[in-house]
């Protein structure tokens, strides 16, 4: 069961009541959502204000500038506060802060410097091993088109011995007479048959 308390005797009536039941604190002026419409305002029809265009953008322009101005205003009051807030905090600590990142730079410098010294030797024994191996690639090829044109020399001599060889044989105007005479003596027969291992197997008889 729910009771309706004055004001003044809110705290009278809250001593005086039971453990169990609920104080609920009348507001006047106040309606619940599914309340109607009262009467004096059923046939009142909301008209909103005249609104001047020129004077809304003008308004939104300077809404606009001033939102910007309080952003600007309320980051640079966080900003004072922060570095003043660490100031405070890190002042003490500031100069040994700045001290020992002096040192760390200083070693990370001399650590930078040292790795870059071990790596250009490494860059140079690298750069040297390829030169030798260019320098060994060409020597090798140079050898090898040494090797062929020597070859090739001495194919091109034994083909002219063979070929000075062979012109012992040739026909000239003055053999020509005795080339004949050795022809008809000793007379070639060239039509015959040869099996598969180049075998004469059938031969004509010259007549």
Known sequence: MFQAIGGRSLQAARLCARKRAVLVE???????????????????IKTPPPVDPVEMVVLKERYSEYQQILSALRME???????????????????ERARKEAEEHRAL?????????RMLQLR?????????????KQLE????REQKQQEFIKMKEEEL???????KHFITMENLDQR???ALDNPKNYNFAIDKE?????QTVLK
């Not at 009348?26 to 009142?44: F, L, M, Q, Y």
């Not at 011995?161 to 012109?167: F, I, P």
């Not at 180049?198 to 059938?202: E, V």
């Open 26 to 44: 009348t507001v006047r002026g106040r309606k619940t959502r599914n309340d109607p419409i009262a009467k004096s305002k059923e046939a009142r």
């Open 77 to 95: 009051f966080k900003e004072e506060v922060l570095r003043k807030k660490y100031e405070a905090e890190t002042g003490t600590l500031a100069e």
């Open 109 to 117: 410098m001399d650590w930078n410097r040292e790795e870059n010294q």
């Open 124 to 136: 140079l024994q690298r750069v040297q091993i390829e030169k030798e191996e260019a320098e060994r």
């Open 141 to 144: 090829a140079a050898l090898e």
């Open 161 to 167: 011995l063979r070929l000075q060889e062979e012109a």
């Open 180 to 182: 004949i005479e050795e």
């Open 198 to 202: 180049g075998r004469i197997t059938k």
